[in-house]
């Protein structure tokens, strides 16, 4: 291969969702330099024919159990927000309707806007950040419409992210456990601010409420721990944390590196 070795090509490659790479080289001490390229296996010639089958079918198969482990995952969070929402959803448009206010149209085209990302962007291994940011966004507006003067919410984002590519649904759960959790036993305006910023060369997307917070839900510590998986497993070098938000509530913070979302198929 003229102008690439084998290493680069398995360094390109690796840029994909679990490849399955086997080294085949003549000399062992080449084997650590290709796992850090992302091999996951190698063999020594002379290769025999049947061990190299036998590994290959074995390392297929553990591919397949990964990937549908995974789905599995991801189908369970897009699960979390149809049947109880979807309820009530319809209850607020069926509402809105009944009353002969404006606000029914508007309704009705920002569910359809939450549930076409569902189906189709949610299923994707990979979004732009503006597809999960409007996503995000609509479910944002549609909550406003329920919640009406019981709620306000400010959004904030200081840089353009269209060329970044982040795993969906890993903004939206977070404000989902805002009216979850923190505003179940709040008197008074619900408040909201969702941000988008760049700082010191990393994204960073927070998400503040003035709600009594989760507490020791378990649930949600299992939310926030899919999430950092879900992009370690893209980029190894995400941050989410939880904390007490300034006027009392919860802030929780997504931070990756900016370089890191660039390119990534």
């Given amino acids: 291969m003229p102008g690439m070795s084998g290493f680069d090509v398995v360094r390109e490659v690796g840029a994909n969702d679990m490849p399955v790479v086997v080294f085949v080289t003549a000399y062992d001490a080449f084997a650590a330099r290709a796992f850090e390229t992302h091999a996951i296996d190698y063999l020594v010639k002379p290769v025999r024919r049947d061990e190299l089958l036998a590994r290959s079918r074995t390392l297929i198969a553990l591919k397949r159990e990964v990937q549908e482990h995974r789905d599995a995952r991801l189908l369970l969070l897009q699960n979390r927000m149809k049947p109880h929402f979807l309820f009530n959803a319809l209850n607020t448009i069926h509402a809105l309707v009944e009353s002969g206010g404006p606000g029914a149209s508007e309704a009705i085209m920002t569910l359809a806007t939450i549930y076409r990302f569902l189906i189709d962007g949610a299923r994707q ?37 269209g060329d970044m590519l982040v795993p969906p649904l890993i903004i939206q759960p977070i404000v989902e456990n805002c009216f979850k959790h923190g505003f179940r036993e709040l008197a008074g305006t619900g408040r909201i601010a969702l941000s988008a910023e760049l700082r010191d060369g990393r994204v960073r997307v927070t ?52 370089d890191s979302l660039r390119g990534r198929p």
């Fill in 125 to 161: 291994r990979l979004v732009t950040f503006d597809e999960e940011w409007d996503f995000t966004n609509a479910y944002l507006d549609f909550q406003a419409i329920q919640y009406g003067d019981m709620l306000a919410v400010s959004r904030e984002r200081s840089v353009e992210f």
């Fill in 207 to 258: 998400v503040a409420d003035n709600g009594v917070g989760p507490g020791t839900e378990p649930s949600f510590d299992r939310s926030l721990g899919n999430i950092r998986d879900r992009i370690n497993h893209h980029y190894g070098d995400a941050d989410v944390t939880i904390g007490p938000a300034r006027d009392g509530g919860t802030v929780v913070g997504i931070t990756i590196r900016r």
